[in-house]
């Protein structure tokens, strides 16, 4: 494990479409990493759009389970857990189907974005990479990239042949949850192709935390037979089926040319988890004795994802095409939301067809870009007794151009995509279409070698999604509403929503200074038609009612991050973000996380590696309506590796993470059953990892 290191954006070096995010190689072995992508390759530049960069002992150094959890300590990222085996990216506050996750440039057609109780469906334990572009990024891939796009990259791709084999081996464990991790890659080159191999297994028990698991105030909030019924429920110094396994495998196979490479692969998913009792509840007419009611209360997940991709990366076709990149996927995801042995409230199905066409053009006085296409046809549904979303035929194609001019020190960027979605529920509710248009535009000027400043404007818009428009459609009273039992609420959505619509400033100061680097970020984004889910503080059977609403929203926000080397071996890491939501009637967005900031001690030497890290949450008083409020906290954390061996051939690595040492009780604000599961309690996870 290598301790984490800033990269600074300014000193990084990748290209004018980096922000394209799609199928990256790094080179791991600089501090400031070179970032390819594949078919748009331009001189090399900088950006004025905010980008955070992870290379492969970076990303390793902070993988987790989650994507969220994995993320949480870069400015302007937070994790929304949904117990220890959900935890969804918020970039700048915004979640779910605003932030879009991808696997190797290519959207992932999972369910994470339809609930909050949906896991995401990457694997970070095995990325060689990460690029995180905050902001609006419908230009890149649409509607549903309002918020960010977060791109993890893997090595099941070969762009290059290999010398020999490559191997690598890890086994962790982690005594909060009893977790035991093991993950495996195998790359083997034979003539022109390279096969690829990885596997990993998970394991883990009930998740160990400071304390109660349901908060008092939670229960404060509720009537008395409620709060004594949820009482009863309640686990100290654990949370209550919070177990689970998950087990995921990868075949590629990449066919390496003088001038690109083709790439297909394989993979398959499996994820068990259970739901912290409490946020759910059961049918009172099918409880029995305290048996049945148990079983109803312990309500898990069991998802199962098969993916195919394809891709096509070729350089140097013609004079007027410089590279071309092609991507087909095909996931077929299903997960079902058992309420006992056997016993399916809801299964969510996803079929999914992506297919993504990228061309580059040659330099052309100063001016360099891509032209794209994109399209996607789904079919999405939640079926079973508990169905509240029909199933949905949703056909998705997009058009794009980016383009850069250098000119001096001066280096701008624009770009605009043209997007029509089209929403077909059958008979079961009226068909909606939507054509949506974004744009965007940024300039970087280098004042000198240790100052630039940026600034970016976008203009974005986004189509509802299924979930917001058709859950719980044409009821004919409050009372017949199907209760999502996972989310423990009754939502309802609104088949008149309107289109999305966020103006975006960035304003960006990157310093490179002998004593210490820093990235300062200011941005304000304006939202049209705002897309939230409230709560109407109505309740069904004692479950709440929340609804999906237009409204117009303001968010407001700056990000941090500092590095100040203090000798060739030590140097502290500063860091912190806040952001602001208020909807246009002056109250809240729901569920904003709270103000935060950070320091890292830091320690790298050849052999040796370790790093102290705190954090400090303030109080989120301002939850949104009908939310609870969340108290501060502060979380210490240290790191350390230590190599074994080390050779040309193989390297041996021995690491340990000791996390939230004062075993402080923390609350995620962002967290829709921030009431019902804190995060871990004081835990140590160790492990060693082996390749060659």
């Not at 791709?157 to 084999?165: N, V």
């Not at 690109?260 to 099918?286: A, C, D, Q």
């Not at 048996?291 to 007027?320: C, G, K, Q, T, V």
Request: hydrophobic fraction near 35%.
């Amino acid at each position: 494990m290598i301790v984490f290191k800033r990269v600074k954006i300014m000193k990084s070096k990748y290209l004018i479409a980096q922000s394209l995010l799609l199928a990256a190689t790094v080179n791991a072995q600089e501090a400031d990493f070179e970032l390819i992508i594949q078919g748009v390759h331009v001189r090399e530049s900088e950006t004025a759009l905010p980008v955070t960069l992870l290379n492969e002992k970076e990303i390793r150094a902070v993988a987790s389970v989650s994507l969220g959890d994995t993320l949480s300590m870069q400015p302007g990222i937070n994790n929304a857990s949904f117990g220890p085996a959900v935890g969804q990216p918020v970039i700048r506050g915004q979640q779910g189907r605003r932030v879009m996750s991808l696997s190797n440039g290519m959207a992932n057609a999972d369910a994470s974005g339809n609930s909050a109780d949906h896991a995401t469906t990457v694997e970070p334990m095995l990325a060689t990479g990460a690029e995180i572009l905050r902001g609006p990024s419908t230009l890149l891939y649409g509607g549903g990239a309002i918020g960010g796009v977060i791109n993890i990259i893997d090595n099941r791709f070969a762009d290059s042949l290999l010398t020999k084999p490559e191997f690598s081996v890890e086994a962790r464990h982690d005594t909060a949850s009893d977790m035991k991790t093991f993950v495996g890659s195998l790359s083997v080159p034979t003539g022109n192709f390279v096969w690829h191999l990885d596997a990993t297994d998970r394991q883990w028990n009930d998740l160990e935390i400071p304390g109660l698991a349901i908060h008092p105030d939670y229960l404060d909030d509720h009537d008395e037979d409620e709060a004594h019924h949820e009482e009863a429920e309640n686990s100290d110094g654990f949370i209550d089926n919070s177990r689970g396994e998950n087990q995921a495998a990868t075949l590629g196979l990449s066919y390496v040319l003088d001038n690109g490479f083709i790439g297909f692969s394989f993979n398959k998913m499996t994820n068990e988890y259970g739901l912290p009792p409490g946020v759910h509840g059961h049918h009172e007419e099918e409880a029995g004795d305290a048996e049945e009611d148990h079983a109803e209360e312990n309500i898990f997940i069991d998802m199962e994802r098969e993916r195919y991709d394809f891709i096509a990366s070729l350089n140097d076709l013609s004079p007027w095409v410089e590279s071309l990149n092609y991507r087909l996927s095909y996931t077929d995801y299903e997960h079902a939301e058992m309420e006992g042995p056997g016993l399916i409230g809801t299964q969510f199905k996803n079929d999914s067809w992506q297919q993504r066409l990228q061309l580059t053009h040659p330099e052309v006085g100063n001016w360099h870009g891509v032209f794209g296409l994109q399209h996607s046809d789904e079919t999405f549904s939640a079926i079973g007794e508990e169905s509240f979303i029909p199933q949905t035929d949703i056909n998705s194609f997009g058009i794009f151009l980016v383009e850069a001019l250098h000119t001096g020190n001066f280096t701008y960027e624009f770009g605009a995509r043209l997007n029509r979605d089209e929403l077909d529920p059958g008979l079961a509710a009226p068909d909606r279409s939507f054509t949506t248009v974004s744009y965007s535009g940024s300039v970087l000027w280098d004042a000198n070698d240790r100052a630039s400043l940026g600034f970016a404007y976008s203009h974005s818009e986004r189509a509802p999604s299924t979930e917001e428009l058709y859950s719980n459609n044409n009821l004919a009273s409050i009372d017949d509403c199907v209760i999502h039992f996972a989310t423990g609420s009754c939502e309802i959505g609104n088949i008149n929503l309107n289109e999305e619509r966020s103006n975006n400033l960035d304003f960006s100061l990157y310093l490179s200074l002998p004593s210490f680097d820093a990235t300062i970020t200011l941005f304000y984004n304006s939202f049209s038609d705002y897309i939230f889910q409230t709560n109407t503080g109505m309740e069904v059977d004692e479950f709440p009612v929340r609804s999906y609403q237009n409204d117009d929203a303001n968010f407001v926000g700056v990000e941090v991050d500092m590095l100040l080397p203090i000798t060739n071996d030590w140097s502290v890491r500063f860091f912190g973000d806040r952001v602001t939501g208020k909807l246009d009637d002056g109250s809240y967005v729901p569920r904003m996380p709270p103000s935060r900031m950070g320091s890292e001690l830091i320690f790298n030497a050849d052999v040796f590696n370790a790093s102290l890290s705190v954090i400090n949450a303030a109080d989120q008083e301002n939850p949104g309506v009908g939310e609870i409020a969340t108290s501060g906290y502060t979380r210490w954390d240290f790191t350390m590796d230590y190599t074994l061996a080390s050779t040309f051939d193989s390297e041996l690595i021995l690491f340990s993470k000791l996390k939230n040492i004062t075993d402080e009780e923390v609350r995620l604000a962002t967290s829709f059953i921030r009431g019902f599961a804190p995060d871990s309690g004081r835990s140590i996870e160790f492990g060693v990892r082996y390749s060659f």
